[in-house]
């Protein structure tokens, strides 16, 4: 089936450690992101891609780094620096907006939540 | 830079009551303009989206929204709530950036429908 694979779905770091999540995507987008789920906040963009090889800091990317080596991956790493890591991360992905192609609709993960103990 | 508004963050209404929760966004260019609901204990899905054409858009479940250009708009609607659509939702933006798109999401709001 096509779709975007999150993995873990619960995931457990010691502080001062650091955390990869996957995120795989078998939809043949070339854009991808990462955002951060807290209550009361929404969802706030961490990074995304728009193809390999490049990505772009979102509006709170201190604490995380990315990478986009293949198409369809898009790991996420939460560093030690991030102050306060625990949270549910969502990712996504969509086809890539161009001059050609206008409109876009993000695809879903089901998501890792991070506890940091 | 691009944001998105969500003026209603707790929302209480009782059933067959009408909703309608405001969304506004912060971009000239063209946009794509999306709601999504977060039912609990389950995952983002989407309600209804508007790319271009009649500003007027009908999603599941009875919601529409419209799409006001000129007030940098795209309300949610539905004429009778029910209990089940006890939910967050959420609206998001995707617009140029960078040469590409970037979808930006609204802070939510919890709507709690009361029997």
């Known amino acids: 089936d096509g779709g975007i694979t999150q993995s873990p779905k619960y995931l457990f770091r010691k502080e001062g450690q650091n955390v990869t999540l996957s995120c795989e995507q078998n939809?043949?987008?070339?854009?991808m992101y990462w955002y951060r789920q807290d209550p009361g906040q929404g969802l706030r963009l961490i990074y995304y891609?728009?193809?390999?090889?490049?990505?772009q800091k979102g509006d709170i990317a201190e604490g995380y780094s990315v990478s986009r080596e293949k198409k369809e991956s898009f790991p996420l790493t939460v560093t030690s620096a991030q102050k306060n890591p625990t949270a549910f991360y969502l990712c996504?992905?969509?086809?890539?907006?161009?001059?050609?192609?206008?409109?876009?609709?993000?695809?879903f993960g089901q998501g890792t939540r991070l506890t940091v103990v | 830079a691009q944001s998105v508004s969500q003026h209603n963050h707790h929302v209480i209404l009782s059933e067959a009551a009408s909703l309608e929760l405001g969304c506004n966004y912060s971009?000239?260019?063209?946009?794509?303009l999306f709601w999504y609901v977060q039912y609990p204990g389950q995952h983002l899905q989407l309600l209804l989206k508007y790319f271009s054409g009649d500003p007027l858009v009908k999603g599941i479940k009875g919601f529409e929204a419209e799409f006001i250009k000129s007030k940098f708009s795209f309300n949610l609607r539905k004429p009778s709530v029910q209990w089940s659509d006890t939910a967050e939702y959420f609206c998001?933006?995707?617009?140029?950036?960078?040469?590409?798109?970037?979808?930006?999401f609204g802070t939510g709001t919890q709507l709690k429908v009361e029997l």
């Open positions: 939809l043949n987008h070339d854009a």
């Open positions: 996504a992905s969509s086809p890539r907006r161009t001059v050609l192609y206008m409109n876009t609709e993000a695809f």
């Open positions: 891609s728009q193809i390999v090889n490049d990505f």
């Open positions: 971009y000239g260019g063209t946009v794509n």
């Open positions: 998001a933006v995707n617009a140029r950036a960078g040469g590409g798109n970037k979808l930006t």
